[in-house]
């Protein structure tokens, strides 16, 4: 891949993934937190942690300044979706998921589109004639904690391509590729064909690109298949399968990876793999 449109995928993802956040009515601008004592917590501890790291670590104007100038410019690259999601969501994800009785979930991470093309439960996702990559039969089984089937259980995928870019947040690649909303059968059941996706990499010409090379990181997350899981009366499940073995599992930028969520998908004898993993959601609260 050129370096030209490299470029104009970081530019192109962090705008679409600041966009989409904007216009998802669930996610939209804070209007559930309307508790004054608890905003007066949290934004006073928030701030007393970061003076904590100043006096601890005598930071000098320098520094503090090039913080000004590096949070200024993740806005206008559009980034805060990335950045949020890459080094804070997990945590979040942690403490909502703490009590989770079902399957384990992880983060969302910024490339969620909801309304993908509906799926019957076995079913190929939409991808280009030419698709490369690994094919990849995922089957399993949605139900609740008991083991009962859940009537209405829809299983959403996203995911990247071979080359790991998503659709409608890289150039060039038609809006629902490597999307889909599988409808699970009467017993919960689900056969989904499609290929094994590539690690992807953060934006690097970006302002988060620019603090990973400022502080001798890598900007790689291991391969994954995102989903998110729902049924009528339970509690939607949003996690991420990893691949056992591929790069980066075991240093994840985003801290996403847990062990219940590495699958090893077996040789289906003709170039492909295949890979059952169940799907146990919880009753709603
Ligand atoms: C980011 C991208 C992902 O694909 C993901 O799953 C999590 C985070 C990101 O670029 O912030
Ligand atoms: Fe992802």
Request: a negative charge; glycine letters at 10%; one cysteine or more.
């Amino acid at each position: 891949m050129s370096d030209t449109t490299l470029k104009a995928t970081a530019a192109a993802s962090g705008a679409s993934a600041t966009e989409r956040f904007r216009t998802d009515k669930t996610t939209a601008s804070g209007q559930a937190v309307t508790d004054t004592e608890r905003v007066n917590i949290l934004a006073t501890e928030m701030i007393a942690a970061v003076h904590d790291v100043i006096r601890r670590h005598q930071v000098t104007y320098e520094e503090y300044n090039a913080l000004k100038s590096w949070l200024i410019s993740v806005g206008e690259d559009g980034e805060w979706p990335l950045f949020l999601d890459v080094w804070i969501e997990h945590v979040v994800e942690e403490v909502a998921g703490a009590d989770r009785k079902g399957s384990k979930g992880t983060i969302e991470g910024p490339y969620y589109v909801p309304g993908a093309p509906a799926l019957p439960s076995v079913s190929t996702l939409p991808m280009r004639e030419d698709e490369s990559g690994t094919p990849l039969l995922f089957q399993g089984r949605i139900t609740g904690v008991s083991g009962e089937p859940l009537p209405g259980a829809l299983l959403e995928i996203w995911q990247a391509d071979d080359d790991g870019l998503y659709a409608q947040f890289a150039p060039g690649i038609a809006q629902w590729n490597l999307r889909g909303a599988v409808e699970a059968d009467d017993s919960g059941r689900f056969a989904v064909r499609t290929i094994q996706p590539a690690p992807y990499q953060i934006p690097t010409d970006g302002s988060c690109g620019k603090l990973i090379a400022a502080a001798g990181w890598h900007a790689w997350r291991p391969a994954h298949l995102h989903l998110k899981v729902s049924a009528p009366g339970h509690e939607t499940l949003t996690a991420q399968l990893y691949f056992r073995g591929g790069e980066h599992v075991e240093d994840d930028v985003a801290s996403a990876v847990k062990p219940e969520l590495v699958i090893d998908p077996q040789p289906t004898g003709n170039g492909g793999n295949q890979v059952t993993y169940d799907l146990v959601l919880d009753p709603a609260s």
